[in-house]
């Protein structure tokens, strides 16, 4: 089955963290010029400054090749009897995005940069929701809260709390087991 809002958003991240992978590199555009960040040529070109283009090249460079497969994977239609492979790569590459989206928020905090800090808060809730809608077109979002298990759950809540009570009065030395 080809789930159409699983692809558009994993074309949108794909390229945008393409985007993000090329300009932190410095390959197609300046990376402060993109974010809004304020850094001075001499800081840029530090040793410290390309560690940190470098990790983030990497990162962003990472989270656009899980995209890429989440995409690949819907166009393919892998499909497996655990529920899709799609699924899992979707989930693996929204965890991706979500740590390098972190990363960057944290970056962005730890510079001092605080005009760029409402963007990164939003992107890191747009990841939120198109991990949100790939799992409701999946069809599993609210799979794992279905009322029988949640009736199992409530039955073992109350089999655990009467052998507690049991126990309690047993420990205690009470006639039958029962706490007065």
């Known amino acids: 089955m080809r789930y159409l809002i699983t692809q558009i958003f994993a074309l949108h991240w794909l390229l945008l963290f393409g985007l993000l992978a090329a300009a932190s590199a410095g390959g197609l555009l300046d990376l402060a010029a993109l974010t809004g960040l304020s850094v001075s040529y001499t800081a840029a070109h530090s040793t410290h400054g390309m560690a940190i283009a470098g990790a983030l090249t990497v990162s962003f460079g990472l989270t656009s090749a899980m995209f890429l497969w989440v995409l690949l994977t819907n166009w393919v239609g892998v499909e497996t009897e655990q529920g899709g492979e799609g699924r899992l790569v979707a989930t693996l590459a929204h965890g991706v995005a979500l740590a390098t989206v972190s990363a960057m928020l944290l970056l962005v905090v730890a510079t001092g940069q605080m005009q760029v800090l409402a963007p990164a808060f ?58 007065q």
Do not use: C, N, P
Not at 133 to 162: F, K, N, P
């Open 122 to 179: 939003l992107m890191v809730a747009l990841v939120g929701v198109s991990f949100a809608a790939m799992r409701i077109e999946y069809g599993d979002a609210w799979e794992d809260a279905s009322s029988q298990d949640l009736a199992q759950a409530a039955t073992r809540v109350m089999a655990l709390g009467a052998a507690h009570s049991s126990m309690l009065g047993k420990i205690s030395g009470r006639a039958g087991g029962q706490a």
